[in-house]
């Protein structure tokens, strides 16, 4: 079954750094806008950032100055560099398309943050 694949998730201090990475089949990567989501336990998935087929990023408020979106179509790869982070950022992140297609969920990659 064809689904993403995130990895790149980890524990790390206030104020740090982690890079994504979410890799699919290319065809269901070529297939329109990926996402980056994340959920925090009993709440909703939330969009933080897409890219467009174009290559043009959109950020959600929370994430907007501090996350970078990225892909490499050629490697059917994209990646979200998340700086300056803080424990709010805490949750496990995924991607998929923009809208979202629900048995393309993968796994998720779990990030926290400590205060």
């Known amino acids: 079954q064809e689904q993403f694949v995130e990895s790149g998730g980890g524990l790390v201090q206030t104020g740090g750094s982690l890079r994504l990475t979410c890799t699919a089949s290319?065809?269901?990567?070529?297939?329109?806008?990926i996402g980056w989501y994340r959920q925090v336990t009993g709440a909703q998935r939330e969009l933080v950032a897409r890219?467009?087929?174009?290559?043009?990023?959109i950020y959600s408020d929370s994430v907007e100055g501090r996350f970078t979106i990225s892909s490499d179509n050629a490697k059917n790869t994209a990646y979200l560099q998340m700086d300056n982070l803080t424990p709010g950022d805490t949750a496990v992140y995924y991607c998929n398309l923009v809208p979202s297609f629900p048995a393309y969920w993968g796994q998720g990659t779990q990030v926290t943050v400590s205060s």
């Open positions: 290319g065809s269901i990567f070529s297939i329109g806008a």
């Open positions: 890219i467009t087929t174009f290559g043009m990023p």
